[in-house]
């Protein structure tokens, strides 16, 4: 089935740092979602982008949907131990005809150091 | 705004049984959809509730069942419970099927012993 693959895979960082992970497809998608899921809680969704070049910030955090709609970046600046995590993309197919079904990525899980 | 709500927050039953998981979308939320999340398979749909009907099926068993009510409420079913079935089981929801993205519940932990 479809792969949504994730880069890195895990990172440990000082607090401070900039973070870039990115995310890539071998379809095209016509939504990319960013989740962060904490230990026993389920995904907050950080950022949705829905155009292909599209840049996108809510804080500290950027996202962009590629030019080819088959890969999409975020990043985090100045990080904080609370962006401790793992970070994940998510989209629907573009055959899909919803949004709810979506292919989540492998993840990319976030430490902090201080 | 009470964000998606999911009970019970753990389960432990045995091979062969079965379990009902409930889930109460956002206030105004009318698609449900169902995840199962595993260390091995990541998160994966299960299946997606609109208006009562189900719209979408992903690659499980037919043990894996569910439905959705009137007031969008919604129900899991697993029946003849397996070793496998033990995940997290994340109920998400959205005002449509369009745009809308999905906001998840915090899920329920099934362990199958």
């Known amino acids: 089935g479809q792969q949504l693959n994730q880069s890195p895979q895990s990172m440990f960082i000082q607090e401070g740092e900039d973070v870039s992970m990115n995310c890539t497809s071998s379809s095209i998608f016509n939504t990319w979602l960013w989740y962060k899921q904490d230990p026993g809680e389920g995904p907050v969704l950080l950022i949705a982008l829905y155009k292909a070049g599209e840049l996108t910030s809510n804080g500290r955090l950027t996202a962009q949907f590629g030019i080819t709609r088959k890969d999409s970046f975020l990043n985090i600046s100045a990080s904080i131990p609370s962006d401790v995590g793992i970070y994940f993309c998510?989209?629907?197919?573009?055959?899909?005809?919803?949004?709810?079904?979506?292919?989540f990525g492998t993840g990319t899980r976030l430490q902090v150091t201080l | 705004k009470a964000g998606v709500t999911q009970t019970p927050r753990y389960l432990i039953k045995t091979r062969g049984q079965q379990v009902t998981l409930s889930c109460s979308p956002i206030?105004?939320?009318?698609?449900v959809s169902w995840y199962q999340q595993t260390p091995g398979q990541g998160l994966q749909f299960l299946f997606e509730y609109f208006s009562e009907t189900q719209r979408n099926k992903g690659n499980f068993p037919g043990r894996f069942s569910g439905r959705q009510f009137s007031n969008s409420r919604s129900e899991m079913n697993v029946s003849t419970l397996e070793l496998g079935d033990s995940a997290l089981y994340l109920c998400a929801s959205s005002r449509d099927r369009g745009f809308s993205p999905l906001h998840f519940g915090n899920g329920t932990r099934l362990t199958v012993t």
């Open positions: 998510a989209g629907p197919p573009a055959n899909t005809g919803t949004a709810s079904k979506l292919t």
């Open positions: 206030s105004g939320h009318r698609s």
